[in-house]
C-alpha cells in the first residue's frame, strides 16, 4: 500500500508569512501526528489528530494548528513565521490505538529567511 | 507528566562490537515501548517494539529488555555493521507518545 506522502517537500519562506503543510496517512489510518525536527534535536512532537479531532497537543505556541479532514489527510499551519521555525516537519500517522507502528513521512523542510 | 530519558546522546562503537543504548521512564502506566531508527537524510523507522507483558524482545541482531519495576528499558544491537550508524530514538506510551532525545550511533570501521 502507498506510504505517507507531504507537501511539498522544501518550502522557502519569509519572517511574519504564514505556511501550510500538508500530509495524506496510509490508507485505513485514523491518527495522524506532526512533529517537528530541528538539525541535532529530536522528535519535537506537535499534535496529534484521530477522527478528525485534536487528541494530543504538545508544547507548542498558538501560532502552530492543524487539523484532520474526513478522509483522514491532515493539514498544519504556522502563522507569523519566526526564523527559529526553520526545521524538518515530519508527519506520521497510523491505526490510532495508541500501541502500534508509527509510519512517517518523508517530511517537509521549511526554511524561513 | 510523562517523560522519556535517553543515554547515552553519542555512542561510538567499534565495528562488530555491542552497542546497548538505555531509556527511563516516569510513567508507571505505560504499557508500549517502540524504538526507532533514522539513518541520516531519512525518515524514522520502527526497529522493534516490546509490551509491558513482555520481559524481551529479539529480532535477529537486536533485543530490547524491560524492566516495568525500574521503569527502564534497553536496545541491544550486537555485531553492529556500518549499516547501524543511525540516530534511534526511544519512545514509551500510555495514551501519547512520549519520545527520548536519541542516541546518534556511530560505528567505527
Known amino acids: 500500500k502507498a506510504g505517507v506522502t507531504q507537501t511539498p517537500r522544501y518550502l522557502i519562506k519569509t519572517r511574519g508569512q504564514q505556511v501550510t503543510l500538508s500530509c495524506s496517512p496510509i490508507?485505513?489510518?485514523?491518527?495522524v501526528s506532526w512533529y517537528q525536527q530541528t538539525p541535532g534535536q529530536g522528535l519535537q512532537f506537535l499534535f496529534e489528530?484521530?477522527?478528525?479531532?485534536?487528541?494530543n497537543k504538545g508544547n507548542f505556541p498558538g501560532r502552530f494548528s492543524g487539523r484532520q479532514f474526513s478522509n483522514s489527510r491532515s493539514e498544519m499551519n504556522v502563522s507569523t513565521l519566526e526564523l527559529g521555525d526553520s526545521a524538518l516537519y515530519l508527519c506520521?500517522?497510523?491505526?490510532?490505538?495508541?500501541?502500534?507502528?508509527?509510519?512517517f513521512g518523508p517530511g517537509t523542510r521549511l526554511t524561513v529567511t | 507528566g510523562e517523560n522519556v530519558e535517553q543515554h547515552p546522546s553519542t555512542l561510538s562503537v567499534q565495528e562488530g562490537d555491542s552497542a546497548v543504548i538505555k531509556c527511563t521512564y516516569s510513567?508507571?502506566?505505560?504499557?508500549?515501548f517502540p524504538w526507532y531508527k533514522q539513518e541520516l537524510g531519512k525518515r524514522p523507522q520502527l526497529i522493534i517494539d516490546?509490551?509491558?507483558n513482555v520481559g524481551e524482545k529479539k529480532d535477529q541482531r537486536i533485543a530490547v529488555t524491560l524492566n516495568k519495576t525500574a521503569k527502564h528499558f534497553s536496545l541491544h544491537i550486537t555485531e553492529t555493521q556500518p549499516e547501524d550508524s543511525a540516530v534511534y530514538f526511544c519512545?514509551?506510551?500510555?495514551?501519547?507518545?512520549?519520545w527520548g532525545a536519541g542516541t546518534k550511533l556511530i560505528i567505527k570501521p
Open positions: 490508507s485505513g489510518h485514523r491518527s
Open positions: 519512545a514509551a506510551t500510555n495514551y501519547q507518545l512520549i
Open positions: 506520521a500517522s497510523s491505526s490510532g490505538t495508541g500501541l502500534d507502528e508509527q509510519y
Open positions: 489528530y484521530f477522527s478528525e479531532t485534536q487528541r
Open positions: 516490546i509490551r509491558s
Open positions: 510513567d508507571s502506566a505505560s504499557n508500549y
